[in-house]
C-alpha cells in the first residue's frame, strides 16, 4: 500500500484551478520528484498536502489516515515534515532554537511541568538540545548552534530547514525546491544529504525541483505538472523522453524539432 495516496484532488482559488484531478502515489522508502513548469500547481499541490489548503474535490490519505481538513501541525504529528521554496527561518533566533521548534509536534510537556519547570520539563528540555545537536551535525552544521540563522550563508539556512523538519521525527520528508540557489558544490553535498536521510533514516522523500541534474540523478520516480493536471509520470528515462514533458518546458515547436533527432 502506498505511504501517501491522493485521488483526484482539486484546488481553486476563485475562477482559477490551480489543482485539477490530481491523482498521485508515494511508495515507503523511495525518493520521488514533481516537476514541472512555473505555475504548474506544484507548491499548492504540497500545500494542499500539508494542511495550509484545503482541496474543495478529491481523498489525501497518508497510512491509511485522511488528511482533509487537518491543521498543519495535525499533518506533521502524522508523520509529515516539510520545507519551503523560500525559506521561512526564525532569523533572529539561533539554528539550535530554530531546530528546537520542530520538535514541538513530540514534547510531552503540558503547563504544569513548564510552569514549575519540573523534573520531566527540565529531562526533556536537555534531551531535545542533545537530539537537536546531532541533527545540525548530520546535516553539516556542527558547532554553529548558537549563531543566529540570518548569518548562515544561503546553504547553510536550507540545511537548518531541513534540520528542523526532522526534528520532527517525520515519516514523510517533503522537500520544496530545496537545491534552489546553491552553488554546484552545495548541490552536490545536498544530494549526498537527502540519500543518507532516505538510508540511514528510512524517511521517505518527496521533492519539488527545478533543478534537471539533481531531479535525474537522485529520483526513483517522477512525476510531472502542468496546468495543475498531472501529465505524466514515471522512471527519469522515462520522462527524459516523453514528448509531453518536452513540451511543457520546452514549447511545442521545440519538442517536435527533438521527436525529429530521434
Not at 11 to 24: C, I, S
Not at 170 to 175: D, E, F, G, R, S
Amino acid at each position: 500500500m502506498a505511504l501517501l495516496q491522493t485521488n483526484e484532488v482539486v484546488k481553486r482559488f476563485g475562477g482559477l484551478v490551480a489543482v485539477n484531478k490530481m491523482t498521485f502515489s508515494v511508495e515507503k522508502g523511495r525518493i520521488v520528484s514533481i516537476i514541472g513548469p512555473n505555475g504548474a500547481g506544484k507548491t499548492t499541490f504540497f500545500n494542499s498536502l500539508t494542511g495550509i489548503y484545503t482541496p474543495e474535490e478529491g481523498k489525501i490519505e497518508f497510512n491509511g489516515q485522511s488528511l482533509i481538513g487537518l491543521r498543519p501541525d495535525q499533518v506533521a504529528s502524522a508523520g509529515i515534515a516539510r520545507t519551503f521554496q523560500n525559506i521561512r527561518l526564525f532569523g533572529s533566533m539561533t539554528v539550535l532554537e530554530n531546530i528546537l521548534v520542530g520538535m514541538h509536534v513530540r514534547l510531552k510537556q503540558n503547563p504544569f511541568d513548564i510552569l514549575l519547570r519540573s523534573k520531566h520539563f527540565n529531562d526533556e528540555e536537555k534531551e531535545s538540545e542533545e537530539q537537536a545537536k546531532e541533527l545540525m551535525a548530520y546535516v553539516g552544521l556542527k558547532n554553529v548552534g548558537n549563531e543566529l540563522a540570518h548569518n548562515l550563508p544561503y546553504g547553510g539556512q536550507r540545511r537548518i530547514e531541513i534540520a528542523r523538519a526532522l526534528a520532527a521525527n517525520p515519516t514523510l520528508l517533503l522537500l520544496d525546491e530545496p537545491t534552489a540557489g546553491m552553488n554546484p558544490n552545495e548541490t552536490e553535498e545536498a544530494i549526498k544529504l537527502f540519500r543518507r536521510i532516505r538510508d540511514d533514516k528510512g524517511i521517505t522523500i518527496l521533492m519539488i525541483e527545478h533543478d534537471m541534474r539533481v531531479v535525474m540523478g537522485i529520483s526513483e520516480h517522477i512525476s510531472v505538472m502542468d496546468y495543475g493536471e498531472k501529465i505524466a509520470e514515471g522512471s527519469p528515462k522515462e520522462i527524459r523522453s516523453n514528448q509531453r514533458v518536452i513540451e511543457a518546458y520546452l514549447g511545442r515547436g521545440a519538442a517536435v524539432a527533438h521527436e525529429r533527432k530521434q
